[in-house]
């Protein structure tokens, strides 16, 4: 059994900052990919940044030079750091990993970027 679970989530102003952690347990002795979702009210779930077991990152144009994923191995996290952030990131944002060839997601974290 996989256990993941988002944290960070929460109202912030445009051009603030959040960052978001996904700590994953159970029964694992690797996690290949790493990856941070959202999904906006009405608009489809899309992949806002990535990440590989050796460390390469992909991001969504639209976050591109603002966010950064980083993962951290040994403690089975996954944190991604929003800056300049803009009402259109508002959105739930899901955690998803890839162990031993299945994926396991989160429940999600809300983000909404309002003055």
């Known amino acids: 059994q996989v256990q993941v679970v988002e944290s960070g989530g929460g109202l912030v102003q445009p051009g603030g900052s959040l960052s978001l952690s996904c700590a994953v347990s159970?029964?694992?002795?690797?996690?290949?990919?790493m990856g941070w979702y959202r999904q906006a009210p009405g608009k489809q779930r899309e992949l806002v940044a990535g990440?590989?077991?050796?460390?390469?990152?992909n991001y969504v144009d639209s976050v591109k030079g603002r966010f950064a994923i980083s993962r951290d191995n040994p403690k089975n996290t996954v944190t991604l750091q929003m800056n300049s952030l803009k009402p259109e990131d508002t959105a739930v944002y899901y955690c998803?990993?890839?162990?031993?060839?299945?994926?396991?997601w989160g429940k999600g974290t809300l983000v909404t970027v309002s003055s």
């Open positions: 159970g029964r694992i002795f690797s996690i290949n990919a």
């Open positions: 998803k990993v890839v162990v031993y060839g299945e994926d396991y």
């Open positions: 990440i590989s077991s050796g460390g390469i990152t």
